[in-house]
């Protein structure tokens, strides 16, 4: 598998992903990466009768994403999408240090929840979630902000300091 993006969008798979994201990138696969997705039959059939032709949508935990990522050789486009910060950190972590680590990671939308205070129109982050995007970053990943590949990219530190 070719990892092509890695994003955290707490609406997963939906009409930006498959209609913006998908096509400008050529993805043939989203990996959404979730251990309590994971874990919901319901919602990984509803995710995954969400794809449209050519695209296949795999829902794996943490450490089977991992897994995964190290065993792949395919050449297919794929990205890695996120529900959580939280997510990304612990897979971030777990390929550190090899081929596959993540070298960036893209969020695109979280929503506004108690706990959370506005860092952009799409963007609110709870205290817990900077500090991951913190870790992430001074364990050399990229993390930005994005909402549209038309969009332009905005560094996370620029908007949290």
Sequence with gaps: ?????????ERLVHGQIMTSWAKYLRLRRIVVVDDQVAKDEFMATVLGMSAPAGISIDILS?????????????????????????AALELAKSLAGTPNELKELNLGNLGSVPGRTQITKNIFLSEEEKSEARELREMGVNVFLQMLYTDAVVPLADVTG
């Design 1 to 9: 598998m070719n990892v092509v993006a890695c994003r955290v969008d």
């Design 62 to 86: 943490v450490s089977d994403a991992a897994a995964r990522l190290q065993s792949d050789k395919g050449d297919e486009n794929a990205m890695l999408l996120f529900k959580r910060i939280s």
